[in-house]
């Protein structure tokens, strides 16, 4: 029988089919309930406010190899582990972590905006406090080894110097600034600027520190 675009087909309950062995198939048995059966069994279950797996943990979403590209979540929206063990919860401009710790196994936890200004633990029982780039501050068993910090600082502060004096001196050069390419100067420069600034707070920290003592 040929159909019409306006031709409805009643199922009433009755499986809808789709493989030759017949264990895949759409059901509705269930008021305002569709099932998908896969392989003989029901997998997913569809009603008016759920897309669900028909069995706790019974499926996951993507795989290792077939991921999907984004996750599209509405305001206040919930991420429930485990029936409410752990959640993520997003207000406005703010995700508050519920129920449980946030484990970074030794990974960095980056705080400002290009990734320089970090805490990390990834020596036991110690954490190093780094900003623009260089480790400032390292707590070890409640305290800070100031003696140990002040001399990785004066380090930071010897490479530093030595940095900038070498940047100095090729711009101050002639022959370089008039016969490198402009992006390649203006790079130079950049970094000059970004150097003294490091510097800057290279020494405001060893005097901070020296106050410790």
Do not use: C, Y
């Not at 087909?9 to 264990?23: G, K």
């Not at 707590?139 to 004066?154: C, Q, V």
């Amino acid at each position: 029988m040929a159909l019409s675009k306006a031709t409805l087909i009643d199922l009433n309950s009755n499986e809808l089919v789709l493989d030759l062995d017949a264990d895949t198939s759409i059901t509705a048995d269930t008021d305002d309930t569709i099932h998908f059966k896969i392989a003989g069994s029901d997998e997913i279950t569809m009603t008016a406010t759920a897309f669900a797996p028909s069995t706790s943990d019974g499926q996951a979403l993507g795989t290792s190899s077939l991921m999907f590209s984004d996750v599209f979540l509405a305001s206040g929206s919930v991420v429930n582990f485990n029936n409410g063990d752990v959640t993520l919860t997003h207000g406005s401009n703010l995700l508050t972590l519920d129920g449980g710790a946030l484990d970074l196994d030794g990974e960095e936890l980056i705080l400002d905006a290009d990734a320089d200004t970090s805490i990390t633990a990834d020596t036991d029982d110690t954490i190093h406090f780094r900003i623009g780039g260089s480790d400032l501050i390292t707590f070890t068993a409640g305290l800070i080894d100031l003696k140990s910090e002040l001399a990785r600082l004066n380090k930071e502060l010897d490479k530093n110097s030595k940095e900038i004096t070498r940047i100095e001196s090729k711009l101050s050069n002639q022959k370089f600034v008039d016969n490198a390419p402009s992006d390649v100067v203006a790079k130079e420069k950049a970094k000059l600027e970004k150097m003294i600034s490091e510097g800057e707070v290279l020494r405001e920290q060893t005097t901070k520190l020296e106050k410790l003592k």
